[in-house]
């Protein structure tokens, strides 16, 4: 099993721009969430998506939107980006309900200049 | 408000001494804790859970209630234990995918 994958590694983009970041969960996970991780800090909770329907949102604008698809593999979408949402993005997957536990991908490495 | 508090940014200790990693949380009831493990250039893995009541690499954890601690302790420290470790607590009041985890800890074991 390649465990929880993501897309792109790394990614540099210009104020103002958009970007996507994409994650496989676990085969057999339908639960999917996304944290921000700036450096010096612990994940912080952005999106959990369960059976393509959103279950929760973290402390976000709206800028930031998520959804997820069929094969239960999801995207992150950041709108109008900012300086400061250069960090580490984190996908977990985990089996869903009942289950707090999450895997973790690689993360994708996001500054914006 | 449910949190997570890890009070020391860098633990510093030699190889063979032994080594707590303090975790203090907030909340109300029984509390399902977990410890994540970030190894350089590696993701974040789950070390230990605390309903599992299992001892990973050596590691160990025990859920204090009255203390609301969930400490991370290793008899003997090896030079591979040096990494950010994280303590996580589900936000009982959000989605099941939410968890709030610490600031993290830095432990550095010195040969």
């Known amino acids: 099993d390649a465990g929880v994958t993501q897309s792109p590694t790394h990614l540099i983009k210009t104020r103002g721009q958009h970007v996507t970041l994409r994650c496989s969960p676990i085969?057999?996970?339908?639960?999917v969430s996304w944290y921000q991780q700036v450096l010096g800090q612990g994940p912080q909770f952005i999106f959990q998506?369960?059976?393509?329907?959103?279950?929760g949102r973290g402390n976000f604008p709206d800028r930031f939107s998520a959804r997820q698809f069929p094969n239960y593999s999801s995207e992150l979408n950041v709108n109008a980006l900012l300086l400061g949402d250069s960090a580490l993005y984190l996908c977990a997957s985990s089996l869903g309900t009942g289950r707090y536990e999450q895997y973790f991908g690689p993360g994708t490495r996001l500054t914006v200049t | 408000a449910q949190r997570v508090t890890q009070p020391e940014k860098l633990l510093s200790v030699f190889k063979g001494a032994p080594v707590e990693l303090k975790c203090n949380y907030s909340y109300s009831g029984s509390p399902e804790l977990f410890w994540y493990v970030q190894y350089s250039r590696q993701r974040l893995q789950l070390l230990l859970r605390?309903?599992s009541r299992e001892s990973i690499k050596g590691f160990t954890a025990d859920l204090n209630k009255g203390e609301t601690s969930f400490h991370l302790k290793k008899p003997f420290a090896q030079e591979e234990d040096s990494a950010m470790y994280y303590c996580?607590?589900?936000?009982?009041?959000?989605?099941?995918?939410?968890?709030?985890f610490g600031k993290g800890t830095k432990l550095s074991v010195k040969p």
């Open positions: 085969s057999g996970h339908k639960s």
């Open positions: 605390h309903i």
């Open positions: 996580a607590l589900p936000n009982y009041g959000g989605s099941q995918g939410n968890l709030i």
């Open positions: 998506y369960y059976e393509k329907e959103e279950r």
